[in-house]
C-alpha cells in the first residue's frame, strides 16, 4: 500500500506550541513529528531508532570566513546547469 497524504485541521494553538516545541527538541519536521506519535498510538512503531553520530563534532566551528569564501568558490561549478543534458 503506497503512502497517502491528508490535510490535519483545526490544531488548536496550545497543541501547535507543543508540537513545534517538540519537533525543534528533537531537531525532525513537525510531519516527522506527528507521523511518530500516530505510529506510537496506533502501536505501529517501525521507525528506525535515530542514532546520533559525533565523529565529525570537532571540526564544527572551525571555518574561518576565508575558509568558507574558498570552499563556495569551490563548488559554484556543481551550481552550473548543463542544458544539453536536460533537452
Not at 513529528?33 to 553520530?53: A, E, N
Not at 561549478?77 to 542544458?83: A, G, N, S, Y
Amino acid at each position: 500500500m503506497s503512502a497517502s497524504n491528508f490535510n490535519l485541521r483545526n490544531i488548536a494553538p496550545e497543541v501547535m506550541v507543543l508540537l513545534k516545541r517538540e519537533a525543534a527538541k528533537q531537531k525532525i519536521s513537525i510531519n516527522s513529528l506527528i507521523l511518530q506519535i500516530i505510529d506510537k498510538g496506533l502501536g505501529t512503531v517501525h521507525q528506525k531508532k535515530r542514532i546520533l553520530f559525533h565523529d565529525l563534532d570537532h571540526l564544527a566551528g572551525t571555518w574561518s570566513m576565508d575558509d568558507k569564501k574558498a570552499f563556495d568558490e569551490n563548488i559554484k561549478f556543481f551550481e552550473k546547469i548543463d542544458r544539453e543534458l536536460w533537452l
